[in-house]
C-alpha cells in the first residue's frame, strides 16, 4: 500500500487495483465488492432478496450477513416470496433454532409479512421497476474521494425508506435502504479512484427504466 491511495481513499491491493477500503483485504469481501456490489440489479425476487438481507442487518455489519448469505437462501427457500408467505408456526421455530441464519423472530416475521407485500405489488405491476422509480429508473453516480464522504442516506432512500413502512415492510428505514440502494446499484458508491467506479458506471448507461 502507497501513501497516495491511502490519501485518496483507496486501497492498493496486491494484483495492482485500486479499491474501496471498506472490505479490506478479506479475499471473501474483496470478491464480492469487485463481482456484485454497485452491479444494478433489475430482477424482481433479487431485489427482494437484498432487501430483506439488509433488513437482518440491521443492528450488525454487512460482513456477517454476507458470511451468512448461503445459509439465508437455503433456510428461505431461495427467497421465492411465493414459499415464504406459506411459512407457519412450525416453519418459524425451525428458523428459530438455525444457527446459519440470524435468528431474530421479528426480523423472520417482518420476512413473511414482506413476501405477502411483494406477491401484492407483483399482481400490479414490477417490485424492480417501482423501486427503480426513487432514481428516475437509472443509476445516480456518485463521485466520492474517501468513504467519509459518502453518505449514508439520501433523499431518494428517505422518500423509497417512507413508501415501503406505508406498505407495511420493516426494517427498511432511511440508512438500511441507502446500503440496499448501494449495494444493487441504484446509486454508484464506488470511490473514483475504485477501479470499479468505470465499470459499474458503463453498466448503468447500458440500461435504464
Known amino acids: 500500500m502507497t501513501d497516495a491511495p491511502q490519501e485518496r481513499g483507496v486501497i492498493l491491493h496486491a494484483d495492482g487495483k ?13 470478491a464480492y465488492h469487485d463481482t456484485d456490489w454497485g452491479v444494478p440489479e433489475r430482477d424482481d425476487r433479487a431485489l427482494f432478496e437484498k432487501l430483506m438481507l439488509d433488513g437482518f442487518q440491521a443492528g450488525l455489519s454487512w460482513i456477517t450477513i454476507l458470511r451468512k448469505r448461503e445459509n439465508f437462501r437455503a433456510a428461505f427457500d431461495g427467497f ?13 421455530d425451525a428458523l428459530m433454532g438455525d444457527a446459519g441464519i440470524i435468528r431474530n423472530r421479528a426480523k423472520i416475521e417482518g420476512t413473511i409479512k414482506s413476501a405477502r407485500l411483494w406477491l401484492d405489488m407483483m399482481e400490479r405491476g414490477s417490485f424492480a421497476k417501482h423501486l427503480w422509480g426513487f432514481v428516475d429508473g437509472a443509476p ?4 466520492y474521494r474517501t468513504h467519509r464522504d459518502v453518505p449514508t442516506q439520501t433523499k431518494a432512500a428517505e422518500a ?3 413508501e415501503l413502512k406505508s406498505r407495511g415492510f420493516s426494517f427498511v428505514g432511511p440508512t438500511i435502504v ?3 440502494m448501494q449495494a444493487v446499484g441504484m446509486v454508484n458508491d464506488h470511490l473514483v479512484d475504485c477501479y470499479r467506479h468505470p465499470e459499474c458506471a458503463e453498466l448503468g448507461r447500458q440500461i435504464r427504466w
Do not use: N
Open 80 to 92: 421465492e416470496p411465493a414459499r415464504i408467505v406459506h411459512y407457519g408456526p412450525a416453519k418459524i
Open 18 to 30: 485500486l479499491r474501496c477500503p471498506w472490505p479490506g483485504t478479506d479475499p471473501f469481501y474483496v
Open 178 to 180: 441507502y446500503a440496499f
Open 140 to 143: 445516480v453516480q456518485g463521485f
Open 160 to 162: 423509497m425508506s417512507k
